[in-house]
DNA sequence: GAAATATATATCGTGCACGATTTAATCGAC
DNA sequence: GTCGATTAAATCGTGCACGATATATATTTC
C-alpha cells in the first residue's frame, strides 16, 4: 500500500512516495482529531467544544482576567478565530467580555460564577484522557516536551 | 501565570489549574497549527492548503485509484469532509472522481496528469520541513511513532 | 496639539471538520 | 424476484481557523 520499503522507483516514475502514515505532521494531525474525537463525550456534559475547553482551561489557571491579546498568544489563535468563540462562551454565560478602562482598545475576560464553578465539574477528564492513551505519566511528559519543542522550532524556522 | 509550581490552593478555590500548556493534547494542538503554518508558503506556490496536500500525497502513494471510503480510512476523515475537498481538487483539475462500475455507491479518485505532476514539484518540501523541525531524522521518526501510538490507543479506547 | 504611526479587536470570506441526515446502490432472506 | 437491511457518498448546519481588511483607541512625531 504504502510501499516505502519496496524501491521499485527506476527513475521515469515519481520521486519516492511518502504516504501520509510515513509523515511527521500527518501522525499530529490524526493524533490531535483522535484527541478532540476523546475529549468530545466528556465535553459534551459541559456543551463546550474543544478549542472552548482550552479557552476555558486558560482562563481557570489565569490569576487575573486576561486581554483577548494574551489569550491569543497563549493559545496562538488570532483575534479573528477568538472573537466569535469567546461571544459564545459569553452567550453561554461563562464569561464577560468588557473594555479595558486603562487602554480601551483592549477586551478583559473574566470567567463568571458559572465559568468558575465549570472548573470542578471538568476536573476529571484529564486524567481520563491520560489513561486511555495507553502511556505512562512519564511517557506523556516527555512526548508533550518533544512536541513542544518541535512547535517552538517550526515557529522560529 | 501557570501557577503549576505554586501550591497556593487552600481548598475553597478551584481544583490544581493545568494550563494548556501544561496539557499533551493542548502541544499537539499548537503543534499542527504550527505544522499548518511552516507548510503553507510551501504549498501556496502549488495553490493547495495542507489537507489537500495530504489527500494529493495519499494518492501519490496509492499503486491504483482508491474510493473515497479508502481515503477516509487512510486519512481518518469524514466523506463530509472529504467529497467537497476532493471538488475542489477536481475543479483545480488535478485529479477526476468516478463512479465504479463494479459498485456503483463508490467513487474512484484518480490522478491526471497535471495531478501526477506535481508530485515532483512537491517533494523538496517535506525535507523543508525536517530542516526547520531542528529535530534528527532519527527523533522525527521516534516522535512519529511515539504520537501514532498515541492517536492509536485513543481511538480503541 | 494635530498628523502620522502603531496597536488591539472585530469583521469578512474561504476552507476544513464533524455529526446527523439523505440518497442511492448492493446484499440478504425468503 | 421483492422487501428489508446494510453500505457508500453526498448534503446540511455549526463551529473552528486563517489571511486580509476595517475600526477604533493609543502613542509618537513634529
Same mark, same amino acid.
Request: net charge negative; with cysteine.
Given at each position: 500500500m504504502t510501499q516505502t520499503s519496496t524501491p521499485t522507483d527506476s527513475g521515469t516514475? $515519481? #520521486? !519516492?512516495? +511518502? *504516504? #501520509?502514515?510515513?509523515?511527521?505532521?500527518?501522525?499530529? &494531525?490524526? %493524533?490531535?482529531? $483522535?484527541?478532540? !474525537?476523546? &475529549? /468530545?463525550p466528556h465535553l459534551e456534559k459541559l456543551g463546550l467544544? &474543544? #478549542?472552548q475547553y482550552?479557552?476555558? *482551561?486558560? =482562563?481557570? %489557571?489565569?490569576e487575573a482576567p486576561p486581554t483577548v491579546g494574551m489569550l491569543s498568544r497563549q493559545l496562538? +489563535?488570532? *483575534?479573528?478565530? +477568538?472573537?466569535? +468563540? =469567546?461571544?459564545r462562551?459569553?452567550?453561554m454565560g461563562l464569561l464577560t467580555r468588557r473594555r479595558d478602562a486603562e487602554d480601551e482598545r483592549q477586551v478583559r475576560i473574566a470567567l463568571t460564577g458559572e465559568g468558575q464553578q465549570m472548573h470542578g465539574r471538568s476536573a476529571h477528564i484529564a486524567g481520563c484522557i491520560a489513561e486511555q492513551s495507553g502511556m505512562s505519566v512519564e511517557e506523556l511528559?516527555?512526548? /508533550?516536551?518533544q512536541v513542544s519543542r518541535l512547535r517552538d522550532n517550526l515557529r522560529k524556522g
Open positions: 516514475t $515519481a #520521486p !519516492q512516495a +511518502l *504516504s #501520509p502514515q510515513d509523515m511527521v505532521c500527518f501522525s499530529l &494531525y490524526s %493524533a490531535v482529531h $483522535a484527541m478532540s !474525537q476523546a &475529549y /468530545r467544544t &474543544y #478549542p482550552l479557552v476555558m *482551561s486558560a =482562563l481557570w %489557571a489565569a496562538q +489563535l488570532e *483575534s479573528s478565530t +477568538l472573537t466569535p +468563540l =469567546l461571544k462562551l459569553e452567550t511528559l516527555t512526548l /508533550r516536551d
